[in-house]
């Protein structure tokens, strides 16, 4: 694993470049769909927002993807790294990402940070998942259980965030 | 790319003069203090010079100073040493629940052993109430043990009040003062302490040597056995050139101290007014009993981790009470402690000064600050206001 020189040694060049500039930042108005989960643990909290099209197939793919997220550089590097791996993927492809493909293209991960990874990729499946439903399209059942999961999951997080003061 | 040290709570640089003092004891005074030839005398004779200029800036006897190899070492040999030379008295241990770990974790495994211990809590600026010590004082209380000045936010905990109570109890008062000798004054027989934990690399000498300050008359057990160095308290080969910087650096803190926490002080309070300029910024621990060189932050809807290695990536080092840069995952329990939320004491930053910051390392940090701030919070979901 290349290291960088700083305080951030712990973390790949790839990690840090990301984390200098992430791409994608920011919301989409009138998101097809958006995916939100949390990882309690960590406190890390990670929003994807997807805008789906219909390619020359005919074929659902994802033409446009953002993110917003609340975290440490692991997960904003993650955050960033997921919606390049996304864009412009049907959606069956989006679906075949995994936490190892975010990982290995951000050249490695501290394995302590390896649940950022798992959190891109729940926000991902999240945010398809809710697309899917809104359009009451027919959910694989992969993408159900993830969901159950991840529902699970938000329900902890967002009893804790409820006294928020804002 | 200018580098920028403002992490001086986790540890200092080696002051050139200390540097200085110790370069012969390595490798032309390298005697052994046990041996009993000219080598071993010159090493002993440069010991007990150490000893008597430590203890001279607490207003100790010499014979009252152990010298260990760590802050973690003291105060394990505080607590253990403590509990185990006393417990025919009793098995009632009080800490804070913002001490150093090495406190709690010694805490937890006297606990395995049988001992019952109390963790008071704190209010919001992280100090602790003497009157609260008072009532926690139980028939079989043996130790209290509080921290002096906080690592993390900086509270200055009243422990001349603590120590006179415990002393009308009759209960043995330590207290770690890692992070406030040589920053602020202390003074043991006023301040009513029993036992001491100080640090030499927190205030410009090197790694690998600290004290326990121990009373006389007062009981403690040893957690090294071996050749019976340090009056039998600390078996070990003595370290002596980082005794001897130790030594150095208690002597300059003599006589630069009171000077140098003016200065730091100054600085501190227009880092914190500035800091506070900042939307959604919040300052931890006490307002103005604070270590002069402490000040520690939270900043709404952004992680601490991602604002270090920002700050980092700018050139400054400062560090944070987040979980992300812990290995734990959890945050600050000393943060937590003060009744903040986890989320805020994910966005924790600690800016910790000293001898080489300049009014200038201030300026830069309170110029980048804002604009790192803001995109992490242009990137975060809770940040659109």
Same mark, same amino acid.
């Given at each position: 694993? =290349?290291?960088?020189? $700083? ?118 499946? *999240? ?40 | ?64 100073? $152990?010298?260990?190899?760590?802050? $973690? ?87 001349? *009040? ?5 002393? *009308? ?187 080489? $910051?300049? =009014? ?26």
């Amino acid at each position: 694993m =290349e290291k960088n020189n $700083t305080c951030a040694g712990i973390y790949t060049k790839k990690v840090i470049e990301t984390f200098k500039n992430p791409h994608n930042y920011g919301k989409i108005k009138n998101a097809d769909g958006i995916g939100k989960v949390g990882n309690i643990v960590c406190g890390d909290v990670m929003w994807l927002y997807i805008k789906v099209a219909k390619n020359k197939k005919k074929e659902d793919f994802i033409k446009d993807v953002k993110f917003e997220t609340f975290g440490c550089v692991a997960a904003i590097s993650t955050s960033s790294m997921i919606t390049d791996l996304v864009k412009g993927k049907t959606i069956k492809e989006a679906l075949k990402i995994t936490k190892d493909n975010i990982v290995e293209s951000l050249g490695g991960l501290p394995k302590i940070k390896y649940h950022c990874s798992v959190l891109a990729i729940d926000a991902l499946a *999240e945010a398809i998942f809710d697309y899917l439903k809104k359009n009451k399209m027919p959910i694989p059942k992969e993408l159900e259980d993830r969901h159950k999961k991840a529902k699970r999951e938000r329900g902890i997080l967002e009893k804790r965030y409820k006294n928020r003061a804002e | 790319m200018k580098k920028i040290y403002l992490d001086y709570a986790a540890t200092t640089p080696v002051d050139p003069l200390v540097a200085k003092a110790m370069a012969s004891y390595f490798s032309e005074k390298f005697g052994n203090t046990m041996s009993l030839h000219s080598f071993g005398q010159e090493a002993k004779m440069a010991l007990e010079e150490s000893r008597e200029i430590v203890a001279d800036l607490i207003f100790a006897k010499p014979s009252e100073i $152990t010298f260990t190899s760590s802050a $973690t070492e003291s105060n394990n040999l505080a607590l253990k040493g403590v509990a185990m030379a006393n417990k025919h008295l009793g098995k009632h241990i009080i800490i804070s629940a913002i001490e150093h770990p090495c406190v709690l974790e010694s805490a937890n495994w006297l606990k395995k052993q049988g001992f019952d211990v109390t963790k008071i809590g704190v209010d919001k600026y992280g100090m602790v109430s003497p009157e609260n010590i008072k009532k926690t004082i139980k028939e079989d209380t043996i130790l209290v043990s509080i921290i002096h000045g906080s690592n993390e936010i900086g509270t200055i905990e009243p422990i001349a *009040e603590i120590g006179k109570i415990c002393r *009308e109890k009759g209960v043995l008062f330590h207290t770690d003062a890692s992070q406030s000798l040589g920053k602020i004054p202390i003074d043991v027989n006023k301040m009513n302490i029993d036992l001491l934990t100080a640090s030499s690399h927190k205030m410009y000498g090197p790694k690998g040597a600290a004290l326990l300050f121990v009373k006389e008359g007062v009981k403690i057990e040893p957690i090294l056995h071996g050749g019976g160095q340090e009056n039998g308290l600390r078996s070990s080969t003595v370290n002596i050139p980082a005794i001897v910087g130790f030594a150095k650096a208690c002597e300059i803190a003599k006589k630069e101290m009171s000077g140098e926490a003016k200065r730091l002080a100054k600085l501190r309070d227009k880092l914190i007014k500035g800091v506070l300029k900042i939307q959604g910024a919040h300052l931890n621990g006490h307002p103005k009993i604070r270590l002069p060189n402490n000040a520690n932050f939270s900043f709404d809807f952004i992680e601490g981790e991602s604002l270090i290695i920002q700050l980092d990536l700018h050139g400054v080092a400062c560090s944070t009470g987040s979980a992300c840069s812990s290995a734990k995952l959890e945050p600050s329990h000393v943060l937590l402690a003060t009744g903040m939320k986890h989320e805020q004491a994910h966005g924790s930053l600690r800016v910790s000064l000293g001898k080489w $910051t300049k =009014e200038s390392d201030i300026n830069y940090l309170l110029k980048i600050l804002p604009k790192i701030i803001k995109q992490l919070r242009k990137i975060s979901p809770y940040g659109k206001k």
